[in-house]
């Protein structure tokens, strides 16, 4: 394990070194499930903050790499908790609400092949590793009773998976500094959904998807060779698009306050990006 997580630890740090991009961006999330005690979408503003690189050649050759680090983090939102399970607390037109707010990290490494590469345009081929490492955090309202209090307390769920699959990766020279970008990936992931305080505790498989693309401006793009190695020193800024979705299959609760045993998780983020970035 030691030894993974060293040359895992390593190859980021070469990643990062040799090009990256730091990204800004703002957009919506939506959380649909209802073991959070809500049939609704728990949906709110979410702002971005990322390492990233798009595509990025390996020793001149059409071998690549790409990879994005992303910290999200959202604003609150109430809901109504509809699925409470009146039997457990029968008091007359008792309708607690609940706040929500989510943050974590995810992140993914691709390394692939272009099928085609000629200049800044390419049309390339991966393998991705990826980390999701969301958590959502609820807040009961001061209306609230104690049977609530006790049984929805404040708390945190949090979601760990693993995911594994395929990339697509597109770019073509529009003019010369102006570049457009494309993206799309798919693949399986597994993991845990857990949280002690509302019963919910169990492994979970599903799937991942993430599309997007962009435009690149590069402010400064040159080569320079020194002895015997050719350097390409670059400065650009990106605007683009992206879009995330993690799909979990049965997540598992047990909570009599709540009128279920499992339900489906599905979270997905939708936003705008602005980026500064090098590469050499």
């Known amino acids: 394990m030691f030894k993974k997580n060293f040359f895992l630890f390593i190859l980021i740090i070469y990643s990062v070194s040799n090009s990256a991009e730091l ?67 029968p008091t007359p037109g008792y309708k607690p609400q609940m706040e929500y707010e989510l943050k974590g990290f995810d992140g993914q490494i691709d390394l692939g092949f272009d099928a085609l590469n000629s200049g800044n345009s ?36 949090e ?25 799309f990936s798919y693949g399986y992931q597994t993991g845990k959904v857990e949280n002690e305080k509302w019963g919910i505790d169990g492994s979970v498989n599903g799937s991942y998807m993430t599309l997007g693309g962009g435009v690149m401006f590069y402010i400064l793009k040159e080569k320079k060779k020194i002895l015997f190695l050719t350097l390409s020193p670059q400065l650009y800024v990106t605007a683009g698009y992206k879009y995330d979705r993690w799909e979990l299959k049965d997540v598992k609760i047990n909570n009599i306050a709540l009128n279920l045993n499992k339900d489906d998780l599905v979270i997905t983020d939708s936003y705008g990006f602005f980026g500064l970035g090098y590469s050499f």
Do not use: C, W
């Open 23 to 89: 990204r800004f961006g703002k957009g919506s999330f939506s959380v649909s499930s209802d073991i959070f005690g809500t049939s609704k979408k728990i949906k709110e503003d979410i702002t971005v903050y990322s390492i990233a690189e798009q595509h990025k050649n390996i020793f001149g050759n059409r071998l690549f790499y790409s990879y994005n680090f992303s910290f999200m983090s959202s604003e609150k939102e109430r809901k109504l908790i509809d699925l409470y399970n009146t039997a457990y607390d």
């Open 122 to 157: 390419y049309l390339g081929f991966s393998a991705f590793l990826g980390i999701s490492l969301p958590y959502i955090e609820n807040y009961n309202t001061e209306g609230n009773n104690n049977n609530t209090l006790s049984a929805l307390p404040d708390s945190k769920t």
């Open 159 to 183: 979601i760990k998976t693993y995911r594994i699959g395929g990339s697509v990766k597109g770019g073509y020279e529009i003019f010369p500094r102006i570049n457009i970008f494309g993206f």
